[in-house]
């Protein structure tokens, strides 16, 4: 069973509105959260990461929230670009545990 | 900097065909990582490494072998490929410092079993 789960397998969104992607998880022992992209006939590149100490990380266009009692995070871009057009995935893992576990992916496709 | 080297790219084999995919990571890291990406399943963890010498299973381990004799690299094998092992393969490095977080991820190999 996926313990790192995106429900939205695609977002359509204009160039310069928000995306925002959401990813649920079910294991409480994870306490670090990262979000990958990908492009096609490429290996995924780490975008953003957010610790369970904090609810919130920006880096530029990139922020990612985190709410724990819901075991909820999204991310948000803003202001989405043609060159965001990529597969999203989130992933997580647990302290001293050094592996990940990713979700199954969001394709962004950001129209001009 | 090559990072993280996958060979082959692509490869097509017949049921019950062996293969083995080298991963070479050139960043002294200590931690290697083999996933598969299937769709609709994102990426699933095979087997991963800790240091050079050991292995561990993943999620889903079965039919694979691995080995990490050299630090460098980490092989996967396939013993007798099956239709259902069709997918792409990503082999991650990760240096081992401070939180998980940043694989670095070679480019795939696409495999199909026929």
């Known amino acids: 069973d996926q313990q790192v789960k995106q429900n939205s397998p695609s977002l359509s969104v204009q160039e310069g509105r928000i995306s925002i992607l959401n990813c649920d998880y079910t294991?409480?022992?994870?306490?670090?959260f990262l979000w990958y992209k990908k492009y096609p006939a490429e290996g995924p590149t780490f975008l953003i990461s957010?610790?369970?100490?904090?609810d919130k990380n920006e880096d530029g266009r990139f922020t990612v929230f985190l709410n724990k009692s819901a075991k909820h995070l999204s991310l948000h871009i803003v202001p989405s670009q043609p060159g965001d057009s990529a597969v999203y995935f989130c992933?997580?893992?647990?302290?001293?545990?050094?592996?990940?576990?990713f979700g199954a992916g969001t394709t962004v496709t950001v129209r001009a | 900097n090559a990072g993280v080297t996958q060979t082959p790219k692509f490869r097509v084999l017949k049921t019950g065909q062996s293969m083995t995919l080298l991963c070479a990571q050139d960043?002294?890291?200590?931690?290697m990582y083999w996933y598969r990406q299937d769709p609709g399943m994102g990426l699933r963890l095979i087997h991963y490494?800790?240091?050079?010498?050991?292995?561990a299973k993943g999620e889903v381990p079965d039919g694979y072998n691995v080995s990490r004799l050299k630090k460098q690299n980490f092989l996967l094998g396939l013993e007798s490929a099956a239709p259902s092992q069709t997918s792409v393969y990503f082999c991650a490095s990760f240096s081992g410092q401070g939180a998980t977080g940043e694989l670095f991820f070679g480019e795939g190999s696409r495999l199909t079993v026929l």
């Open positions: 294991n409480s022992m994870f306490d670090y």
């Open positions: 490494s800790v240091g050079e010498g050991t292995t």
């Open positions: 957010i610790s369970s100490i904090k």
């Open positions: 992933a997580a893992s647990a302290y001293n545990d050094y592996k990940l576990s």
């Open positions: 960043m002294n890291h200590e931690y």
